[in-house]
Every structure is written in C-alpha cells, then in structure tokens.
C-alpha cells in the first residue's frame, strides 16, 4: 500500500487505544512504525538487480518481525523526543502501529511475507489495490478531525472505515472471481489456477488471469458497487517454462536469476510480445486485458553468467488512458 494509507492507518491503530490527552504523540508513534517496514527498499545491490524484489516485503513485513520492528519504531520516537516519554507506552503504540503494516499489504495484490520464517510463500489476499485514493481518505478524514480535536473515537471511527472498505473489497473480489470461473468455463477451459486483482485505484474494474493447458488467459472484469456485471475478453500467451523453453546453461547465473524471478511471480512467467529477451511477470499489465508486462527480466543466453536485469514498462500513453477510464466506467 502507498505510504501515506499505510501511515494514516498506523496512526490511527495508535491513537484508536490512547487517552485524548496523549493522542497527537500516539498517531505520530504508530505512523513512524506503519512507515518503518518498507525500510526493506533501501536492500539493494548493484551486483544483484533482483535482490530488492526478494527482500521487498519479506521479512520486516512478517508478524513474527512485528515485536522487533516496533520496538526499533519505539527507540527512534524515543530518542527523538530526548526521553520524555514513556517507553512502555510508546512500545505498545509502535507495536499497533507497526502491526497493521504488514496485514495491509497483505491486503493487496503484491505479496507479503506475514508468515516467514514459518512460511515461504507471499500471502496476497487481493482485496484492494495497491493505491486506492477512496481507501485512504476514508481513513485520512475522521482521523485528521480526531487529530485536530483530540478525539480517540474519530480514530476508532478511520479503523472502522478501514474495516468496512476491506470488507467491501472481499466482496467484490468475490464476485470478480465468481465471473471469472464462468468465463472460463463458457470457452470450455477448466483453469489450473485462477485469481482475480483490482485494478489500480479502485474495486471495481479487475484483472481475471487463469492458465489452461499450458496457456495464460488474462480478462477484465467490472463489477459495479450495485453488482451490475460486464467482461471485456483480454490477450493470451503460452505461459513460459524455463526449463523447457529457455535452454539455459546448468549452474549459470542467468538460469538461477531467472528461477529467483520464477519464485517472485509466482511461475506465471510470459515473453514480451516485442521483446523475446524480456520475460515479464504476467500478473501485471497498464490494462487488465492486456499481457503484455509490466515489468521483467532482461536476459541474454549467450552471457550466462551475467545477472539479469529488471526492467520496468510503466509508460500510460492516453489511449492506454482512454481504454482504462472506458472499462472502469462501463463503456
């Protein structure tokens, strides 16, 4: 989730369980700890240009991190307020805080590592996007009033309109995915696996991806918010194994980059229609019905021990613009 949802929603776990007279001090707390686990994108490496997709999220994002991370969020106020709080307290607003930063995230599409190091593989309940403007000031405007008035009910009022939108999020991918299975089953596919993503910005227009027989099937599909339905039919591709269709050298560097990016995206790997050499992570397109990725992996069999490069193709030209506001509106 953007920052500024992921701070607001800290701030307000905070405030939500501290005296009016503290209050301003507790948001603050749990907004520095809400912002403290995405800490994990400064590991990089020059060396290694995928080693920040591995440690993005991962384990400052798990709740076993929880403890550790609030108490460094609780250190930091601590120190900056030269002593003159309570740590006790600070710790258990931090703790809030830094709790619910790791459990929105798992909210969207990307995939966090709650679980590690109990569990390797990323929880992505998909229920919101990744930036959802309604979803922040929802949050946002109960708790600045709170804020402004010392109110500890106005934050327990954001954390309920938090509540409410996640839940209204559950719904809706629900009924995205119920028109998926459908639409697979009305070409005759019966789907290996099959999951549904919001688009950016909103719960109403989503990305349906499914695999049959060895191809990767991606579709829009909008769900209004009274549940008036509409599918617009999307691009396929034969879904790329590495193994099989790259024939790269055992033990090279470039085969082991390109099993590190395989365990990033889920094996759901395509080639770029225009660029063979990049192999893009299917899950994500500028349109829902496109397949055409979002982002990859530039490799070149012929150096097999040089890294692959990542590569991202975040270009919205307006008629990319137009197509998306169309299919959100229902046009």
Avoid at 4 to 13: F, R, S, Y
Wanted: proline share 7%; net charge positive.
């Amino acid at each position: 989730m953007d920052l500024i949802t992921h701070a607001a929603l800290g701030a307000a776990a905070a405030a939500s369980i501290a005296p009016a007279q503290r209050l301003r001090l507790a948001a603050a707390t749990g907004a520095v700890a809400a912002l403290l686990p995405d800490a994990d994108i400064l590991i990089t490496s020059s060396a290694d240009p995928l080693l920040n997709l591995e440690f993005h999220r991962h384990f400052t994002h798990s709740l076993a991190f929880v403890p550790i991370g609030a108490a460094l969020a609780a250190v930091l106020v601590w120190l900056a307020l030269k002593r003159r709080a309570g740590f006790g307290q600070l710790y258990l607003w931090a703790f809030a805080g830094y709790l619910l930063a790791p459990l929105l995230d798992a909210c969207t599409s990307y995939g966090t590592h709650i679980l590690w190091p109990f569990g390797e593989r990323p929880i992505a309940w998909n229920v919101i996007s990744v930036i959802d403007p309604l979803f922040s000031l929802l949050v946002l405007i109960p708790l600045l009033i709170g804020f402004v008035r010392r109110r500890t009910a106005l934050a327990r009022v954001a954390m309920l309109a938090a509540a409410v939108g996640l839940a209204y999020g559950a719904i809706q991918h629900e009924r995205a995915e119920r028109i998926a299975w459908q639409l697979a089953a009305s070409r005759g596919h019966t789907p290996e696996r099959l999951l549904v993503k919001p688009t950016l910005g909103n719960l109403v227009l989503w990305r349906s991806l499914y695999v049959h027989a060895g191809t990767i099937h991606v579709d829009a599909v909008r769900v209004g918010p009274l549940g008036a339905k509409r599918v617009y039919p999307g691009e396929s591709a034969p879904r790329l194994d590495p193994e099989r269709d790259l024939g790269l050298p055992a033990g090279s560097r470039v085969g082991r980059d390109v099993a590190r990016f395989a365990g990033f995206t889920d094996a759901l790997l395509v080639r770029h229609p225009s660029r063979p050499e990049l192999i893009g992570d299917a899950r994500y397109a500028m349109l829902p019905t496109s397949i055409e990725p979002l982002w990859g992996i530039v490799i070149d069999p012929l150096l097999p021990d040089a890294p692959a490069q990542f590569e991202t193709r975040r270009r919205l030209t307006p008629e990319l613009r137009r197509r998306f506001v169309a299919m959100l509106l229902g046009r």
